[in-house]
């Protein structure tokens, strides 16, 4: 008998993260492999000096290959500045962009503190008002997060035609915040129809 297809996953990292082991994406990364599922992963060029540029073309180079014929689903899940660098892409209507079937953006930092960081300065927002986001995503943050003080609803969700999913206490979605393990983006990650992500 045939066998069902799985949804093949992306997971894009932010500023300064090498992929460590401990956070909660590489820790996603190794269950959805666990479980079979096709899971990208890669490390983006120079993260503690990031390029825009160089970012977006190491993202169409992944979507290019994230588009299987034999995916039941193609799922993006960006923390932190790809968070930002997705919107970029949508904005430049980048090749590839509507592949997926679902974004998840945890965490973009607000243009005030990308503009703020000189080596990540180039990533700030590009106008969100009017942005058309080409696949369905939902967004997620901290309630106290440091990098965005507008709050998630304000400096994302508003503009964008989305309600933010606010986590008491999560700060960043980071290891400092102690993400490690998320079962709860993992479960929405098997299920399109899973309820809101929380904290655990």
Same mark, same amino acid.
């Given at each position: 008998?045939?066998?069902?297809?799985?949804? *093949?996953?992306?997971?894009?990292? %932010?500023?300064?993260?090498?992929?460590?082991?401990?956070?909660?994406?590489?820790?996603? !990364?190794?269950?959805?492999? *666990?479980?079979?599922?096709?899971?990208?992963?890669?490390?983006?060029?120079?993260?503690?000096?990031?390029?825009?540029?160089?970012?977006?073309?190491?993202?169409?180079?992944?979507?290019?290959?994230?588009?299987?014929?034999?995916?039941?689903?193609?799922?993006?899940?960006?923390?932190?500045?790809?968070?930002?660098?997705?919107?970029?892409?949508? !904005?430049? !209507?980048?090749?590839?962009?509507?592949?997926?079937?679902?974004?998840?953006?945890?965490?973009?930092?607000?243009?005030?503190?990308?503009?703020?960081?000189?080596?990540? #300065?180039?990533?700030?927002?590009? @106008?969100?008002?009017?942005?058309?986001?080409?696949?369905?995503?939902?967004?997620? #943050? %901290?309630?106290?997060?440091?990098?965005? @003080?507008?709050? !998630?609803?304000?400096?994302?969700?508003?503009?964008?035609?989305?309600?933010?999913?606010?986590?008491?206490? #999560?700060?960043?979605?980071?290891?400092?915040? %102690?993400?490690?393990?998320?079962?709860?983006?993992?479960?929405?990650?098997?299920?399109?129809?899973?309820?809101?992500?929380?904290?655990?």
């Amino acid at each position: 008998m045939p066998t069902t297809p799985s949804p *093949a996953f992306l997971i894009l990292h %932010g500023w300064q993260n090498h992929r460590p082991e401990a956070h909660w994406q590489h820790w996603l !990364a190794d269950r959805l492999t *666990a479980l079979g599922h096709a899971v990208t992963y890669p490390q983006l060029p120079d993260p503690d000096t990031p390029s825009l540029e160089a970012w977006l073309t190491a993202l169409e180079g992944h979507l290019t290959d994230f588009a299987p014929v034999t995916a039941s689903g193609r799922v993006v899940i960006a923390h932190s500045l790809s968070a930002v660098l997705w919107l970029h892409a949508a !904005a430049r !209507a980048l090749p590839g962009v509507t592949a997926p079937d679902r974004v998840l953006l945890v965490a973009p930092p607000s243009a005030s503190v990308v503009l703020g960081h000189p080596e990540i #300065a180039e990533f700030a927002p590009p @106008p969100l008002p009017g942005l058309r986001l080409p696949t369905p995503t939902r967004l997620v #943050a %901290g309630d106290d997060d440091p990098y965005l @003080p507008e709050g !998630a609803q304000a400096a994302y969700g508003t503009p964008l035609g989305l309600t933010a999913a606010v986590l008491p206490g #999560a700060g960043h979605l980071d290891l400092d915040a %102690g993400y490690g393990p998320w079962p709860s983006v993992l479960e929405w990650c098997l299920d399109p129809a899973a309820g809101p992500i929380g904290m655990g």
